[in-house]
């Protein structure tokens, strides 16, 4: 029997370059199959990410008290220390729009020795995401056709924000399975960008529930689709699951930078989205973003080993009632945000 293959095949979009149409068509493809692709010629240079990479390690070596000290009962909540995600994930949040301000806060609180390079760096790559993020964005509205973009990349895009997550990964020692490093879970960004280093790990779910391998690609950087253009773009794009598994006992570390729709945002597809190629039915009710956020935030079944509920459940439109019930769950189960 043959063996099925496991690894997905991404386009890969040459972020630097004025658009083809078979790109295009590729591209929303992709975004409708698996809600993954690549970019390449980003213009973030090896350097940003081995410096990047040298401080976050230096970073993750301080001791767990230290660390702590940045929550995650702290006010400011940016580490989210090992046994929340999962037992072998701790990350450091990085706030937009002033990433300066946001790392040298965390700096200054960790490190005994006061330097700027850390957040300066965190400043450079804050910028770099942000203005990679604008450009993608567009090009996905670009390849719904129809002019979306001219028509709703400023009015819709332009108050979107981002922030950055730097994730470690330590499996224990002795690995003799593979082990899951981040469990099952959609994004909830409009898109998120993903640094991962060369150990590989992070999986997509297909439509048929199966895991694949997106393996790292020298000068790439991944991209996907998160809930809130999943519902803006009425599926068009699909927000899917992934995660992440360590299947080597050695340490991996991920960027992940999430580009948002403002908290007071009003998501709702214009009809021409809902119009477009394929279904004609508006899948989701209008809702507020940050009510999105909070939905996820306080419940349950949103905490990391499982999906849980997702912007269907919240605003679907053909899951009305169990979004009712969600609504009731909500205010009896304890908050533990982290996605
Ligand atoms: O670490 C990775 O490669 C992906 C992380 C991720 O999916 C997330 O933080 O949402
Ligand atoms: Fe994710």
Redesign the pocket.
């Known amino acids: 029997m043959s063996e099925s293959k496991t690894c997905v095949e991404l386009p890969i979009l040459d972020i630097s370059k004025p658009l083809q149409q078979s790109s295009l068509s590729s591209l929303a493809e992709a975004c409708k199959t698996w809600g993954f692709f690549l970019i390449s010629n980003h213009g973030i240079s090896r350097d940003v990410y081995s410096r990047i990479y040298m401080l976050s390690h230096q970073l993750f070596s301080l001791s767990s008290d230290t660390k702590l000290q940045l929550g995650p009962s702290s006010s400011s909540k940016t580490y989210i220390p090992h046994f929340i995600a999962s037992p072998f994930f701790e990350s450091l949040r990085v706030d937009g729009p002033n990433y300066f301000e946001s790392a040298q806060t965390s700096a200054n609180i960790l490190f005994d020795q006061q330097s700027s390079e850390f957040s300066e760096l965190l400043q450079e790559y804050g910028s770099k995401m942000t203005e990679l993020s604008k450009k993608i964005v567009e090009v996905l509205l670009m390849s719904l056709g129809n002019g979306i973009e001219k028509k709703y990349y400023e009015s819709e895009f332009k108050n979107c924000d981002g922030y950055l997550r730097i994730i470690n990964y330590s499996p224990p020692e002795s690995l003799e399975d593979e082990v899951e490093g ?1 469990g099952m ?3 909830m960004s409009c898109v ?1 960008i ?1 640094y991962q280093d060369d150990i590989g790990g992070l999986q997509v779910r297909s439509k048929e529930g199966k895991w694949m391998d997106i393996n790292p690609c020298e000068g790439t950087l991944v991209v ?1 689709v998160g809930d809130m253009l999943q519902a803006w773009s009425n599926e068009k794009f699909r927000s899917s699951e ?1 995660r992440v598994v360590l299947k080597q006992p050695v340490n991996r570390l991920s960027l ?1 930078f999430f580009w948002c729709f403002e908290d007071q945002k009003m998501i709702l597809a214009p009809d021409e989205v809902v119009v477009g190629e394929g279904n004609i039915m508006r899948l989701y009710e209008p809702f507020v973003c940050s009510d999105y956020v909070r939905f996820r935030e306080n419940n349950e079944r949103g905490k990391f080993e499982k999906v849980g509920f997702t912007v269907k459940d919240f605003a679907g439109i053909s899951s009305h009632s169990k979004c009712d019930d969600n609504n009731q769950n909500m205010k009896v189960l304890c908050s533990c945000s982290y ?1």
């Open positions: 981040l879970h959609t994004d998120t993903v996907n992934h992940a996605l």
